[in-house]
Every structure is written in C-alpha cells, then in structure tokens.
C-alpha cells in the first residue's frame, strides 16, 4: 500500500510541473499535502495552483487505494457463487427453497412496467450498496457477509436455470448489466472493509483518518457507483430482456 502511494505522490508531483508555467520554477507537493492525499485518498487538489485533477484521475487514484479490498470482495462473491452453484446441484431442495424466496420478493416488481423495474432495480442495488459501504465500519465483517450470501444465491439460482434454460441463458442474463453492476458493487464492499480495518486499527491504536476515508468513500459512491449503478439498471430492465427475447 505504501508502494502505491509514492506512486500517487509522484504521479502527482509530475503533473503540478507540467501545469506550471515556465519561469516559476518546479511546485513541489508540501508534507501537509503529502498527509491529506494519504488521509483522504484519492482526493487530490493542488493548493498552490488551486486545481482539481481530472475526475478520471481521481477515478483511478482512488480504486488504486482500495483495490487490494475490492480485489478480496471479488473472491469473497466467485468464490460463494461457485459453492451455491455446486451445492445447487447436491441439494436441489434447498436450491428450490431459495428460488421460491427470490421470486417471492421481486415477483411484484417483475409484474410493473420496465421504467418502475428500472427504478425498483437501481433503489434496490444502491441501497445495498450503500449498506456495504456503511456496515463495514463494524469491523468489515458484515460486507464480507453480504458479498458471500449474495454470491450463494445468485449460484445456487443459475444452476437451477442453467438446468432449465442452459448456461448461454444464464450467461446472457447476467454480462450485459453484470459488467457495471458487480464491479460497482465489489467498491462499495470493498471501501466498507477498508473502513473496518482502520476502525480495527484504531482499537489497537494505531494513527488512523477514519472520518476523512469515511467522507472519502461516500463522495467516491455518489460520484460514481451510484451513476454507474443507474446505467446498469437500465441495461438490466431494458436491454438485457431485448437480449433474451433473440434465445
């Protein structure tokens, strides 16, 4: 981690000279600035020229910070998955409960029109999401927890459709918005264990900057897993069953 922030500091230092004009001489980044941008990662604002970065940048500043966490969240869910998927077809009873239950709980919505599944979809997902995000200051144990259940259902249901439907169903069911959703919500999850392990921290007390990360994370999800999760549901409920309609 540390690595990846001399990366971040020097990534940035070499910007602010190329942003400054020729005569003035080099900027060079203070150690007040040094702390802030290792206490509120991915937030990076040069305070002698008073410019923003790119939101790209920023973008790839911060998932460089939390990406040991999102990359752990990752194969927290595939690897559930795999276990649903397996136990699916070991025990097709309790598979078929667990089907039972999903489709109880969102065979209202699937009854709308695709503007309210949409919206029923992106509310669902980013609440959730922001529940990942929020419990994580418990230790990081509860988004570990959701990231596994979910992964469980979501194997466990796609054998029992591949059975019925095959995995090419499957397969075309869950990439389209997949791609955008999933990763969405592996950050959210991730930033929550990141915010758990420096609660942990400072219990043993060790420095930590809980409130500026916590800040931190919550402006990285309305900024862009909230947007992005919005596009998803519109795949979800508009693209994705146009797909299904060619099968």
Do not use: C
């Amino acid at each position: 981690m540390e690595r990846e922030t001399d990366y971040y500091l020097q990534e940035r230092n070499e910007e602010i000279r190329a942003e400054t004009p020729e005569g003035i001489g080099e900027v060079k980044i203070s150690a007040f600035e040094e702390n802030a941008f290792l206490s509120v990662p991915g937030e990076a604002k040069s305070r002698s020229e008073g410019r923003s970065i790119s939101k790209v940048s920023e973008f790839t500043s911060y998932l460089r910070f939390i990406w040991p966490y999102v990359l752990f969240m990752t194969f927290v869910f595939f690897g559930a998955l795999f276990a649903g998927y397996t136990s699916s077809a070991n025990s097709p009873g309790m598979a078929n409960t667990l089907m039972e239950s999903f489709s109880s709980r969102f065979a209202p919505l699937m009854a709308m029109s695709p503007i309210f599944i949409m919206l029923g979809i992106f509310l669902n997902n980013a609440f959730v999401s922001l529940l990942f995000l929020v419990l994580g200051l418990v230790f990081g144990i509860l988004p570990i927890l959701f990231i596994a259940f979910n992964g469980y259902l979501v194997g466990a249901i796609s054998h029992l459709v591949a059975q019925e439907k095959g995995l090419l169903f499957i397969f075309l069911a869950l990439l389209p918005h997949g791609i955008l959703e999933l990763p969405m919500v592996f950050l959210s999850a991730g930033i929550g264990l990141r915010l758990g392990h420096q609660v942990l921290f400072a219990l043993i007390g060790k420095p930590t900057e809980i409130k500026k990360e916590f800040k931190e994370g919550i402006r990285f999800y309305f900024h862009w897993i909230v947007p992005l999760l919005f596009l998803a549901a519109v795949v979800e409920a508009f693209i994705t069953p146009l797909i299904l309609s060619f099968l």
